[in-house]
């Protein structure tokens, strides 16, 4: 896959040699065009070196073809990616003005455009920035993130330029698979996050979930090109790109969602936190104080990984194991009870799993197991897709994917 990679002059810009490497490790190639303010933040000298290409910021290139960059490079690109893509960046482009090479590649490529913005997030919240990016994605530029977080200004806000990886599998997503991966042609459905289990009107019963780890499933299978349906409770993690997402609140939502989605999947995850129980009613008013106790009676929900399991022709099943003690054991207790291809035990509890962006896991399968090192669930997620994908094929059809082959395996 061809990405050209514009850099405009943010702090941010200092991750952009990383973003290169991890684009480059997934296959890309990576044409990197720099605006004359990127400079200020990172040398072309470095981004040369790890790209492995000249780095092009000239509009009036007498070395480019018919010296015309623009063009070439616009028609060369599978995918155009602008990280950090600074507020007046996004400026320029919803103007179309084109005084640069990149801004003048945005209006003459036919290729998807993503910009990764990253500034102040007062600048982000300002109506202008706001305007620019709602014009933007109008016209069907992707908007990836931008994350929250502490700021290089030591504010703390939205305005984070989301990390390499998950551009990274944004991009990938958007090429449509293109390049080596893995899950060409497969469908992947993932459940993520938690559910509700309405009392009332105003008041529900949930699991602890950020909706994280089944978000970045969802990203590490779209960039080993499967289609992705991703079914999720409720969370405030931005959708990926260029994947299904399916929204659903309660246990019984997520099932029904899920039946819908399996009948031609090739692989399920369940990444979710379902509430394994229920109120038995849900009362109709919201119900006011009266008595110092109370009680609600809870009837179970539907086990929706054990169903999937149970299908008569059911697809590769990954389950969770979210334990606070005896991670290893419960979990493998959990992969047989259910009969699942492989099941994913953390730890979960102080400092561990939740609304983190780290994590730390061991997959198991019948005669065998992985460990992790605690990394980022993005990196997490990568390796996961991977070992899925290597059982997947073991398990259900090993003739038809010989790329596996290349496969390490490090079971
Ligand atoms: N799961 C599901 N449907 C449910 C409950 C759980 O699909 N109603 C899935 C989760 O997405 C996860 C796995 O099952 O992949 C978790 O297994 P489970 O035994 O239900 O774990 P807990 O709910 O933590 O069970 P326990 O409280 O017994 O440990």
New binding site residues.
Partial sequence: MNVVLGISGGIAAYKAPDLVRRLRERGANVQIVMTASAEEFVTSTALQAVSGKPIRSNLWDKEAEAAMSHIELARWADVVVIAPATAEVMARIVSGGAPDLLTTICLATEAPIALAPAMNHVMWGNAATQANREVLEKRGIHILGPGIGSQACGETGAGRMLEPDAIAAAVFSLGGGKGESLLDGRKVVI?AGPTREAIDPVRYITNRSSGKMGYALASAAAAQGAKVVLISGPVSVPAPPGIEVVDVES?EQMYEATHTAIVDADIFI???????YRPATVVKQKIKKKSDAMSIELVR??????SVAEMESSPFTV?????TENVIE?ARG?LEN?KLDM?VANRVGDNFGFDRDDNTATALWHDGQKSFPTCSKIDLSRELIELVAQHFYAVRSADTQPRLTAISNSD
């Avoid at 369940?270 to 394994?276: E, L, M, Q």
């Fill in positions: 459940t246990a369940a990444a979710a936190a379902v509430a394994d929900c539907p086990d929706i990984l054990a389950g969770f194991a979210a334990e419960y959990k259910k099941i």
